[in-house]
């Protein structure tokens, strides 16, 4: 198994530039998330998904959209990127949601974007 | 306001001592923690997590301790090795079934022969 695999690794986009990011597990988890990563500050959940054809906000969703239209896919757009949202970016699945006995979390390895 | 920390930024050990990672919460309410581990250019990997109607959990060479009564948790690593040099940090979650998770900053460990 891949695991969780996130496309693309790296990218630099122009404020104003839209892009989509790409998030693959082959886990056959009902549950994605899409985080992003800036230092001094911890993992911030933006956007999550429980199943097939359903999204929710997370803690920082502003400026971002996701859909599940696949559940093995779970995509993140920047419909028009800002400097502010220059991070890293981590998806991860899980089996089950927070706090249950079945509850392990999987990351990706993450896509770095830089937006100038 | 809310906050989940690590009181030190840089833990270095040698190999084959113990770890002890800590971690405060802000929350009493917080019912659900977790301990990830990140090494450098990779995603966050899940170690071990507990709820809190647990004090202690055990896995493969790690235990995490929670104590309610001072709101801190911390990750004990027994027989540190050169790979378990990586950044780990906590997550609380406030009840089940949330989606708001709250990360900490970080410890970087580092092992030493």
């Known amino acids: 198994n891949a695991g969780v695999t996130q496309t693309p690794k790296f990218r630099v986009l122009k404020t104003g530039q839209s892009m989509t990011l790409l998030c693959a597990q082959d886990m056959n988890h009902e549950y994605m998330y899409w985080y992003r990563q800036d230092p001094g500050m911890g993992l911030r959940l933006i956007h999550y998904?429980?199943?097939?054809?359903?999204?929710a906000k997370g803690e920082v969703p502003d400026g971002y959209n996701v859909s599940r239209l696949k559940k093995q896919n779970f995509l993140l757009g920047l419909e028009s990127a800002a400097p502010s949202q220059t991070s890293v970016y981590f998806c991860?699945?899980?089996?089950?949601?927070?706090?249950?006995?079945?509850?392990?979390?999987?990351f990706g390895p993450g896509t770095r974007l830089t937006v100038t | 306001g809310e906050s989940v920390g690590l009181h030190l930024p840089t833990l270095s050990v040698q190999e084959g001592d113990n770890s002890i990672i800590n971690c405060a919460y802000s929350?009493?309410?917080?019912?659900?923690f977790i301990w990830y581990k990140q090494e450098s250019g990779k995603g966050p990997q899940f170690i071990i997590d507990?709820?809190?109607?647990?004090d202690k959990r055990q896995g493969q060479r790690v235990t995490v301790l929670l104590n309610k009564t001072v709101k801190h948790l911390s990750l004990q690593i027994a027989a540190t090795q050169p790979g378990d040099s990586a950044v780990y940090f906590c997550a609380e979650n406030r009840s089940y079934n949330t989606d708001k998770l709250i990360f900490g900053t970080g410890t970087r460990l580092q092992v030493f022969p």
């Open positions: 998904s429980v199943g097939e054809g359903t999204t």
């Open positions: 991860a699945s899980s089996y089950s949601f927070f706090g249950t006995d079945s509850y392990e979390q999987y």
């Open positions: 929350n009493s309410a917080s019912d659900y």
């Open positions: 507990i709820r809190s109607n647990m």
